[in-house]
């Protein structure tokens, strides 16, 4: 699998398509499969019992995800999640989180994997998540 983007690259276009973002996403490593990726954690994400909402924890699999897919296939935004299961393991700490994104199976129309998520100051994943995305199929050029 070859890379179409560098880490820098892929920041770059996640800001274009996703300016909401606002540079909450840093992305650490990537490698061809592999995307590791760090999320800044606000007061907004955490629920009563100081800890990280689920939905934030969805948030980050779902963003690593979309990454490390787009890092193989390029610029092709309207790639989507089409299958997600999350399991929560462990209690996250009120800080930002880590995720390591994997893929599996890239095919002509899906990208499968998975993604473990870390708290910081947690040494073992808070979270695993199973991921399943529809990549566009290609368009002919149109003829003028």
Known sequence: ???????????????????????????????????????????GDLRPGGTVSGPTMFLLADCAFYMATLALIGREALTVTTNASIDFMRKPSPGDMTAEARILKLG?????????????????????????????????????
């Open 1 to 43: 699998m070859e890379l179409k983007f560098t880490a820098a690259q892929l920041q770059e276009y996640l800001g274009e398509i996703f300016p909401e973002t606002g540079g909450r996403f840093e992305i650490l490593d990537l490698d061809a499969g592999r995307l590791r990726v760090k999320m800044r954690v606000g007061p």
């Open 108 to 144: 002509r129309s899906l990208s499968v994997g998975d993604v473990l998520i870390y708290s910081d100051g947690v040494a073992e994943p808070v979270a695993r998540a199973g991921m399943t995305y529809s990549i566009p199929p290609k368009r002919a050029p149109e003829k003028d």
